[in-house]
């Protein structure tokens, strides 16, 4: 019998993580003294995801086992006055200036209007956004919008209903698109929908983007990363940037407009003349890390550098702990500090995360 992977750390949640009680903040040896997030290799975090959840209404093959990830005891889970307190630390003492709520699915948060809210009081003018399944998004989207929240990026891989129930265990394109067509209702628009490229829906990326554009979304699809609850993926299955455009190319015409800004992720690419595009975001086979600009908290509060590395370093504790907001960021800061060069995927020597993505929040 194969043993599964559950996506979360082989240890117990936070006995990896640095800032517990009695540990000492990360080493920032060789540091300037200034302000902001910046890393050894001269990057600067200024866009902060935060997951708030492990929980999924879906349970797509390319990040969750089928069994979803195992419940997060919900004392252990940041509440939404630490998430509000966090992100004002970020903003105020950090220097972020976007930031996007994730998980799991963010609308499985009750409190998310809350979460939302509290965040928009302790930064003021930062952009506040999610990225979400869509399911349950007609019913939430008024309240989130009053809150605060500024975008939406909602994720759909196909629009043919037999391959989404596929792709995602679940059969629920019909709430996916009522989700889509509430956040364009309460004026979020362009919506940005994100697609992950897997071998199952190459054949309907066409269709996929003819859908976009005549509804009005902006779609960006993303290279499949190492980082499903399974551990099935695989460099020679995985689907890369350039058989996608031989595929579109069938039945668009693509002429490369770049990137939207240097640290944008997105590639993209004007349809048939444009104005339409569409993005591809290469995470694997043209790797942007050495522009990477985000920091990452997870739903139990540590501070995760990157996607990759699984060294993480525990806010919760110093939340709990009663320090004050100038502690918490210079723990922030250190953590910052040693992030990693970039993913290693290419390398001889790489392995997998200990976290799946919705352990970390994408
Ligand atoms: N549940 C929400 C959603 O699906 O939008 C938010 C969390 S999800 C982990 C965030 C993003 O990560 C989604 O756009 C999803 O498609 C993407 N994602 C998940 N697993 C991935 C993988 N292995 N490679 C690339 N992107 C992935
Ligand atoms: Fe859930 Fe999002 Fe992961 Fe799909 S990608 S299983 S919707 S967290």
């Known amino acids: 019998m194969t043993a599964v992977n559950l ?3 082989a240890r117990p949640a936070g006995s990896n993580a640095l800032g517990a009680p009695g540990a000492s903040a990360p080493s920032t040896a060789g540091r300037p003294d200034v302000p902001g997030l910046v890393d050894r290799f001269g990057r600067v975090a200024r866009d902060l995801r935060v997951s708030v959840t492990e929980k ?6 390319y990040c969750m086992p089928a069994e979803g990830l195992p419940s997060i005891p919900r004392e252990q889970l940041l ?3 630490e998430i509000g307190r966090l992100v004002g630390i970020g903003a105020r003492d950090l220097g972020i200036t976007e930031v996007r709520f994730t998980g799991g699915e963010p609308l499985m948060r009750a409190d998310l209007a809350e979460i939302v809210g509290l965040s ?6 930062v952009d506040l956004s999610i990225t979400t399944n869509g399911i349950g998004l007609d019913h939430r989207i008024r309240s989130l919008v009053d809150a605060g929240l500024t975008r939406v990026n909602v994720s759909l891989d196909t629009v043919d209903r037999a391959h989404f129930a596929s792709l995602t265990r679940r059969d629920r394109l019909p709430a996916v698109l009522a989700g889509i067509r509430a956040a ?3 004026g979020l628009t362009p919506l940005k929908v994100n697609a992950v490229l897997m071998r199952e829906t190459l054949a309907g990326a066409p269709d996929l983007l003819a859908w976009a554009i005549e509804n009005d979304c902006r779609l960006r699809f993303i290279e499949q990363m190492p980082l499903d609850a399974d551990h099935n993926w695989a460099r020679d299955n995985m689907v890369p940037a350039a058989e996608l455009l031989d595929v579109l190319g069938t039945r668009f015409t693509l002429i490369e407009k770049g990137r939207d800004d240097p640290s944008a992720p997105a590639e993209e690419w004007f349809v048939n003349g444009g104005p339409a595009t569409v993005g ?3 995470s694997v ?8 600009d985000r920091t990452r908290i997870t739903a139990e509060g540590t501070v995760r550098s990157c996607l990759f590395g699984d060294q993480e370093t525990d806010l919760r504790g110093l939340l709990r702990g009663g320090a004050d907001d100038s502690e918490i960021a210079r723990w922030w800061r250190g953590a910052m500090w040693n992030k990693q060069a970039g993913h290693g ?3 001889a020597t790489f392995a997998p995360p200990q976290r799946s993505m919705g352990a970390i929040g994408g």
């Open 79 to 81: 509440t939404a006055a």
């Open 7 to 9: 996506g979360l750390p």
């Open 56 to 61: 999924c209404s879906l349970r797509c093959t």
């Open 345 to 347: 995927i290419d390398s």
């Open 280 to 282: 591809i975001i290469a």
């Open 184 to 186: 364009h209702d309460a």
């Open 120 to 125: 928009a009081d302790a930064a003021p003018g």
């Open 285 to 292: 086979t043209r790797s942007f890390c050495s522009a990477c």
